[in-house]
Each structure stands twice: as structure tokens, then as C-alpha cells.
């Protein structure tokens, strides 16, 4: 084994994630686990007992809480996980009001942006009511041809903040990879950019965004 370069030192182990839900699992079910080993096994050996508390650990927002945790532990892939639950993806990542930072954008021109969990929570709540007025409801598809940028971002948490379904594809496929994908969904919302930075250069997207919305079938 290669030598250790970095050991962290036992009050800064104290103070992490793993460690407090090593010693949840200890008070709940009568363990003495001590290190990370030990909580791998007894995480394979008891399935649904770690992934029930580690739904409570992670304080998951549901509308409903689930009837079993799994159906089939052997059937992978195929198993169904948390059945009966009922939840919503932007609800989770949203729950946070404060003025901490969510996001840290730095794009190839160099420019560097920051979204609080306040401002992030705002700009969402903008962008989901704009789809609702727009007639959007549960069930509904929504697509992003977008660059990796905030607004991708919180494009997808309105989406799926009201129920939509979101899929999304960089600006650098092709016009066929595009439509191959979002032709599937026939969405009734297309988010996109006007181009992009690629290793410096700018990138018009205007070209494709034509020859896609001319081909794309929507609902």
C-alpha cells in the first residue's frame, strides 16, 4: 500500500457528516461502530435498515413517507426504492432560505457569479410561476438547450418544482443528437442560449436553436 500522505485529525473526523450518522446508527441499533469500514458492512448486511435512517438523517421532504424501503434487495437492476413515497426534487435542493452561497459559476470568459440560497429560492420561484402562467402543469415535458451556467439551473428546478419533466442536452450536440433526444418528449417549453464559450472562443448557438425548433415536434 502507497504511503498516507494526509490523515485528518480525530476532532476534525468528529465533525463530519459520515461520523454523526456512524453514531446515529450506533443509538439506534445498539452498535459500536467506529470507522468507515464498519459502516460499509453493516450498511450491505442491513439494507433497509440504513437507507430508512439515512432518509431521516438527511431530513428528505416528502409529501408522503414510504411503505417499504425496497422490494427485491437481489433484483438490481430493477428494484423499486422507497415505494409509496411521494416527493419533489426542487423541494429538497430549495429548502435552504439564507444567504449562504448555493452556486459558484465561473464561465471560460472568466466571468464569476455567485447565487445565495435566498437569491437562487427567488429566481426559481420566477421562473416556475412564468411556466404555470404559460399553462404548464405536472406531467408536462420541458427541455434546456443550454450551456452549463446558472440559469440551466434554476431552469430545471422550476421545471420540476411544479411537476414537469426536465431534459436537457449541451449546445455542442448537433442538431440530429438534439432532436434524437427531445423529439422523444415532445416538450411544450424549450429553454436555450445564444451561444456558449468554447476554449475561449464564443460559440453561436442561433443556427442551431432555427434548425431545431423548425424540426422538433412538441405537444
Known amino acids: 500500500m502507497a ?3 494526509w490523515k485528518p485529525s480525530e476532532e476534525r473526523i468528529r465533525q463530519t457528516n459520515m461520523y454523526r450518522f456512524m453514531q446515529t446508527v450506533n ?4 452498535k459500536t461502530l467506529s470507522d468507515y469500514d464498519g459502516l460499509y458492512q453493516w450498511s450491505i448486511e442491513n439494507l433497509e435498515q440504513f437507507w430508512a435512517l439515512m432518509w431521516d438523517f438527511a431530513k428528505i421532504r416528502s409529501s408522503k413517507s414510504f411503505d417499504r424501503v425496497i422490494d427485491a434487495p437481489q433484483k438490481m437492476p430493477g428494484a423499486k426504492w422507497f415505494e409509496g ?6 423541494e429538497n435542493l430549495l429548502r435552504f432560505r439564507n444567504n449562504n452561497i448555493a452556486l459558484v459559476f465561473r464561465g471560460e470568459d472568466q466571468i464569476r457569479r455567485t447565487l445565495t440560497y435566498n437569491q437562487l429560492y427567488d429566481e426559481t420561484s420566477r421562473v416556475a410561476q412564468a411556466l404555470r402562467n404559460a399553462g404548464i402543469k405536472p406531467g408536462d415535458r420541458v427541455v434546456g438547450f443550454l ?9 430545471m428546478l422550476a421545471a420540476t418544482s411544479i411537476g414537469a419533466v426536465w431534459s436537457s442536452c ?3 450536440f448537433g ?4 432532436l434524437d433526444r427531445f423529439g422523444q418528449t415532445k416538450p411544450r417549453v424549450l429553454f436555450t442560449a445564444d451561444g456558449y464559450f468554447f476554449k475561449g472562443k464564443p460559440m453561436d448557438s442561433l443556427e442551431k436553436i432555427s434548425g431545431i425548433i423548425k424540426e422538433l415536434p412538441c405537444r
Open 3 to 5: 504511503k498516507c500522505l
Open 27 to 30: 443509538e439506534k441499533h445498539g
Open 85 to 90: 413515497s411521494m416527493l419533489n426534487f426542487a
Open 147 to 155: 450551456p452549463n451556467m446558472p440559469e440551466s439551473i434554476i431552469a
Open 170 to 172: 449541451s449546445p455542442d
Open 175 to 178: 442538431i440530429k443528437g438534439v
